[in-house]
C-alpha cells in the first residue's frame, strides 16, 4: 500500500516535477519538503503498526455477526504475554460465545477464540518464564476470547512452549480439548493406573485426546464409537471398542471405574449401569443429575 500523504507522487515534496530553474534556487526547501515527507511516512507506518485484524461481534447472534476489522493491537500487562498469532484454533465453545450463551465471556464488542500458537512479542511485567521470540501455544485467558486476530494477549500461565514436533495449526488445534479430556481423567475422574474406564464418543476430539491419556497413564479403555471410527480408536490404543451402531451394548462389558460421556442422552443413560460401586461417571455436556443406583455410583460434570 502506498502510505505517503496525497500528492506525494506529484513531486510535492521532492521537487520532482518543478522546474530545474526552481529547485535549484530553493535547495533548502527541497531538502526540507524531502524530510517532511520521510517524517509523515513514519508516522503513518507507525499508526498501521499499532493497529492489527481482528474477527469480532458487536452483538451476539447468527454468524453474519462475525466481522474482520481494524482495532488497536493490544499491550500485555502484569502476568500476561503479547503473542504474534500464527494460527488459532475454533471450536463448539466459540460458537456459544458468538450466541451469547457462554456463562464465561465478556459482554460485545470482543474478540473471538481462545486458542492459539505464535511467538512471544512482548513479554508483561513480573513474567519470567518466556521470552520474546519464544514460540509458544495454549489459551488466551478464562474468557475464552481474544484469539482470532493478528496479535493477541495471553495470561502466560495458560501457555506453554511449542512442541517442536507439532505445527502451528496442530498447536492451535489442541489446547482446550485437550485439557478437557486431561481434567475429565484426572481432576475429576481421579483416574488411576489399572483402572478400567468407559468413554463415549471415543473417536471425537475431546474423546480422542482422553483415549491417548488414559492408555498413557496405565488404563484399560473401552471406547463407545460408530462403525466408522473404530479402527481409528483402536489405532489410538483402546483395548476394547464397542459399536452403538451395530447394535452393540454397552452392558455387554464388565464394569467400569470410570466413565467419560461426550455424547450425553440415552447413551449416557445406558452406560450408567456398569459402573462399580463408587464408581464415577463425568459429563460434558449433561447438566442434569441422574437418578441414583441404589449402589450410589458418583455423578460429576465438567461444563465449562
Known amino acids: 500500500m502506498d502510505t505517503r500523504p496525497t500528492g506525494a507522487s506529484h513531486g510535492r515534496f521532492d521537487g520532482e516535477n518543478s522546474s530545474p530553474g526552481s529547485a535549484a534556487r530553493r535547495p533548502g526547501r527541497q531538502i526540507a ?15 498501521h503498526d ?20 481494524d482495532v488497536p493491537r493490544p499491550a500485555p500487562a502484569a502476568g500476561e504475554l503479547l503473542i504474534k498469532v500464527a494460527a488459532s484454533g475454533v471450536g463448539p465453545w466459540d460458537a456459544l460465545i458468538r ?7 465478556p459482554p460485545p464488542p470482543l474478540t473471538l477464540g481462545s486458542d ?4 512471544v512479542e512482548e513479554v508483561g511485567p513480573g513474567v519470567s518464564e518466556f521470552k ?6 495454549g489459551v488466551t485467558n478464562h474468557q475464552f476470547c481474544g484469539a ?3 496479535y493477541a494477549v495471553a495470561h502466560a500461565n495458560m501457555v ?12 492451535a488445534s489442541a489446547p482446550v480439548i485437550a485439557v478437557t479430556a486431561w481434567q475429565m481423567l484426572f481432576e ?9 474406564v468407559m468413554i463415549l464418543g471415543a473417536a471425537g476430539n475431546v474423546g480422542a485426546y482422553a483415549v491417548q491419556l488414559a492408555v498413557n497413564a496405565g488404563l484399560q479403555v473401552i471406547g463407545v464409537v460408530g462403525s466408522k471410527d473404530i479402527e481409528y480408536v483402536k489405532a489410538l490404543g483402546s483395548q476394547t471398542v464397542v459399536n452403538y451402531q451395530a447394535g452393540e451394548s454397552e452392558n455387554a462389558v464388565r464394569p467400569v471405574d470410570l466413565i467419560l460421556d461426550t455424547v450425553g442422552g440415552e447413551t449416557r443413560e445406558r452406560s450408567h449401569s456398569i459402573l462399580k460401586t463408587g464408581g464415577v461417571l463425568v459429563s460434558v455436556v449433561s447438566t442434569d443429575p441422574m437418578l441414583e443406583r441404589p449402589t450410589c455410583a458418583r455423578y460429576s460434570s465438567t461444563l465449562r
Open 160 to 171: 506453554a512452549l511449542r512442541p517442536s514436533r507439532l505445527s502451528h495449526v496442530e498447536s
Open 99 to 105: 450466541e451469547g450463551k457462554s456463562k464465561v465471556s
Open 148 to 150: 482470532n486476530a493478528q
Open 132 to 137: 520474546k521470540g519464544d514460540e509458544i501455544y
Open 188 to 196: 475429576y475422574g481421579n483416574a488411576k493406573p489399572n483402572q478400567t
Open 116 to 119: 492459539l500458537s505464535g511467538v
Open 50 to 69: 499499532s493497529n492489527m485484524k481482528a474477527a469480532r461481534i458487536h452483538r451476539f447472534g447468527a454468524p453474519d455477526v462475525v466481522v474482520v476489522e
Open 33 to 47: 519538503g524531502r524530510a517532511q515527507q520521510s517524517e509523515r511516512v513514519r508516522r503513518i507506518d507507525s499508526l
